[in-house]
Nanobody
Framework: VQLQASGGGLVQAGGSLRLSCAAS????????MAWYRQAPGNKRELVAL???????NYVDSVKGRFTISRDNAKNTVYLQMNSLKPEDTGVYYC???????????WGQGTLVTVSS
């Protein structure tokens, strides 16, 4: 399984970015898809998750600003990030959970830097 993440970059506070993560290499169904982030010196934290049925969950700090979505036909998950803040800075990782073999996989990470 390969996860290819893209869309990170440098943006000013208040700006927007859209992250994408495309999964390939497996014939099995994907369950949950999620985005995590890790800021310097901090633990990796769950930012947003979307189930196969389309239910979503967000960490409180991004509610109302970030939107997670998925395209099941393309095995791709997106994270639309609006009204970005400097505290959103970090490496963003996608995580994809497969029905078989019953485990999840990590993307390589994409850096998001928000300047004040």
């Amino acid at each position: 399984v390969q996860l290819q993440a893209s869309g990170g970059g440098l943006v000013q506070a208040g700006g927007s970015l859209r992250l994408s993560c495309a999964a390939s290499g497996s014939i099995y169904t994907i369950n949950d898809m999620a985005w995590y982030r890790q800021a310097p010196g901090n633990k990796r934290e769950l930012v947003a998750l979307i189930t196969r049925g389309g239910n979503t969950n967000y960490v409180d700090s991004v509610k109302g600003r970030f939107t997670i979505s998925r395209d099941n036909a393309k095995n791709t998950v997106y994270l639309q990030m609006n009204s970005l803040k400097p505290e959103d800075t970090g490496v963003y990782y996608c995580n994809v959970d497969y029905v078989r073999p019953g485990r999840s996989y990590w993307g390589q990470g994409t850096l998001v830097t928000v300047s004040s």
